[in-house]
């Protein structure tokens, strides 16, 4: 694959220079920097033959938005990554935000709460202080978490609040966590797609993550307004329409398949197979992860797979373009099983079921330590120390 290594470097080098500097980039400097650059407004685009709209940045400048929200308190619960990255990025777009967590030990959330600059008693509260200054109630704890907390959190959900989620989950399978919000409150949800990590990181470098908005009540009339609002003040740099179970759905189908669970099948597999056929470690995670991560896949993300397959050698062309239909026979069939499993709530059952025992934490860190401690993450361990950046 001499000819994509060569034409990974020349088109990395070009996405490179088109791509801000995150350390020449302040948070105000690059929203602005951002703000003043896109200037396209609502459209209606083409994609793959389906007409949607989009909504943009442009759409809803800050102004906008601080008008829009200038008598409410958003009470984010939650302070993982996602809780984390949009709580920080509505801050720093002058919203008036207060962080509800439980205050715990060493390096709990409050803790890191306390280190990202918010203050006790003024913008950073335990759950049921921060629930009774919220307009607007963002749920971002985690979807076994919401269902615990719910009994409390739906005293404070009076009429005329709003309820705020990332994910459709607990809404969706209400019949499972019991997350039923009263007819009386909007109810809400923007969905950035990525970690809050990459919502957070994206917004410093003056960008923003795409996003997914959809309501699942309108009792104010003004809910749908106000979550695309939202979703731009949280730093969404743009923003399309769905519902919740179709968010919910493909969000549950998309972690458990290409996104994270296929992947390390299809590269354990492969691995696997290269050892058994006498390769080094090294060779075998080179041809199966590092590849695939460090040259192929940025150039997949910027310019296509069409692309890709147009942009190497001819024999790697022909060994994929004979190759992928038998992976998509072999894989259809288990998407559409993966599929049918989120849909009938099963999926949700075992998450909230495995992910509410007391010894959660434990027996996750053993499944994860069996991937740790597999010789090709092992193995990978090294090769990244290798990386010339390292």
Not at 288 to 308: F, H, I, N, R, Y
């Amino acid at each position: 694959l001499k000819m994509i290594r060569r034409a990974s470097v020349s088109a990395l080098r070009g996405l490179a220079a088109s791509r801000p500097s995150v350390a020449a980039t302040s948070v105000r400097i690059g929203v602005s920097q951002f703000q003043a650059t896109q200037t396209r407004g609502l459209r209606t685009l083409d994609f793959g033959g389906s007409k949607e709209n989009v909504v943009e940045r442009s759409d809803y400048p800050q102004a906008k938005y601080q008008e829009m929200f200038k008598n409410d308190t958003l009470c984010m619960l939650g302070y993982g990554t996602q809780g984390r990255g949009q709580a920080l990025n509505l801050r720093d777009n002058g919203m008036n935000v207060v962080v509800g967590v439980r205050k715990g030990g060493q390096g709990s959330s409050w803790d890191i709460a306390v280190a990202d600059g918010w203050v006790p008693g003024k913008n950073l509260f335990e759950i049921d202080e921060a629930l009774e200054k919220a307009s607007v109630i963002m749920y971002l704890l985690s979807d076994a978490g919401q269902k615990a907390a719910w009994p409390k959190v739906q005293q404070y959900l009076t009429k005329g609040k709003t309820l705020y989620v990332a994910h459709g989950f607990s809404v969706v399978f209400s019949d499972l966590t019991d997350v039923k919000p009263p007819k009386d409150v909007d109810v809400i949800m923007v969905a950035p797609k990525g970690s809050g990590t990459t919502v957070r990181n994206l917004f410093l470098e003056g960008r923003g993550i795409n996003g997914s908005v959809a309501v699942y009540q309108d009792a104010s009339g003004m809910a749908k307004e106000r979550a695309f609002g939202l979703g731009i003040a949280c730093g969404c740099g743009y923003l399309y329409e769905t519902t919740f179970p179709k968010e919910t759905y493909s969000d549950l189908v998309g972690e458990r398949g290409v996104l994270m669970g296929m992947v390390q099948g299809a590269f354990q597999a492969q691995y696997e197979v290269l050892r058994e056929k006498g390769h080094s470690p090294s060779e075998a995670f080179n041809e199966t992860v590092e590849e695939a991560t460090q040259s192929l896949w940025p150039l997949v993300g910027a310019k296509g797979m069409d692309w890709m397959f147009g942009n190497c050698s001819t024999t790697a062309q022909r060994g994929a373009l004979d190759w992928y239909p038998r992976f998509h026979e072999a894989l259809k069939p288990v998407f559409q099983k993966l599929y049918a499993e989120v849909e009938n709530g099963n999926e949700c059952k075992r998450t909230l079921d495995v992910n509410s025992k007391p010894d959660y934490k434990q027996g996750l860190e053993k499944e994860l330590d069996v991937l740790r401690q597999s010789e090709m993450w092992r193995a990978g361990a090294t090769v990244r120390q290798l990386r010339p950046e390292n």
